[in-house]
């Protein structure tokens, strides 16, 4: 049974624009929820993390918001660039056992110039 | 500054076969964990180690695998009788239980069962 499911399974956005990649859990127990960016033939690189004491953290262009009520939360790329095109994952922990990540089936994104 | 690396990047075998994956973690991480990922999915836990000892393993981790980490340093996947089925990346990801809650995730082994 997937325990994270993610929407949408690609996703094309003109330079500049911004986009929205959304993640919906079920299991209660997950306290860690981190975005991973990942390249052709690369491994996951973190890009952002949350936990859910907090309903939103930003780093730079990307953004994090949490709801924990729905059981949901969603990255946005602010100011999109042709750079940013690749496969983004968002994952789940917990993190009183041994952290091991489920994975949602991932996003691939094209930022067009 | 030195990632997590893998061994070998790219492995062609052929049905039947037995290959031997190696992932040398970040100095000093006491965490190891090994992931599984096909083509258009997101990677899959298989198997996690804290030192040297195997703590979890996944029900994707069949029989015919088998992981060890002799020295809680670097780790190696073993794949025996391979099947065509077995043809995906194979991530290795390691994290220190001390510092952050961060995986930093190793390059990849792509295996091919042809």
């Known amino acids: 049974q997937q325990q994270v499911k993610q929407s949408p399974q690609s996703l094309i956005v003109q330079k500049g624009g911004i986009s929205i990649i959304n993640c919906a859990y079920e299991?209660?127990?997950?306290?860690?929820f981190p975005w991973y960016q990942q390249f052709p033939g690369k491994g996951p690189a973190l890009l952002i993390a949350?936990?859910?004491?907090?309903s939103e953290k930003k780093e730079g262009r990307f953004t994090i918001s949490f709801n924990k009520s729905a059981k949901q939360f969603s990255l946005h790329i602010m100011d999109s660039q042709p750079g940013d095109s690749a496969t983004y994952f968002c994952?789940?922990?917990?993190?009183?056992?041994?952290?091991?990540?489920?994975f949602g089936s991932g996003t691939r994104l094209l930022v067009r110039p | 500054d030195t990632g997590v690396s893998q061994d070998p990047r790219h492995k062609i075998t052929k049905r039947g076969q037995n290959v031997t994956f190696r992932c040398d973690p970040i100095?000093?991480?006491?965490?190891l964990y090994w992931y599984r990922q096909t083509l258009g999915q997101g990677p899959e836990f298989l198997t996690y180690?804290?030192?040297?000892?195997?703590?979890?393993k996944s029900r994707l981790l069949s029989d015919r695998f088998s992981a060890e980490r002799p020295k809680g340093s670097f780790s190696t996947l073993e794949i025996q009788r391979t099947e065509q089925g077995d043809s995906a990346m194979y991530l290795c990801?390691?994290?220190?239980?001390?510092?952050?809650?961060?995986?930093?995730f190793g390059p990849g082994t792509r295996l091919t069962v042809t």
């Open positions: 990801a390691s994290r220190h239980t001390g510092s952050s809650y961060e995986q930093y």
């Open positions: 299991n209660t127990a997950f306290d860690y």
């Open positions: 949350i936990r859910p004491d907090v």
């Open positions: 994952a789940a922990s917990r993190m009183d056992s041994s952290y091991k990540l489920i």
């Open positions: 100095s000093e991480h006491n965490r």
């Open positions: 180690f804290q030192n040297e000892a195997q703590l979890e």
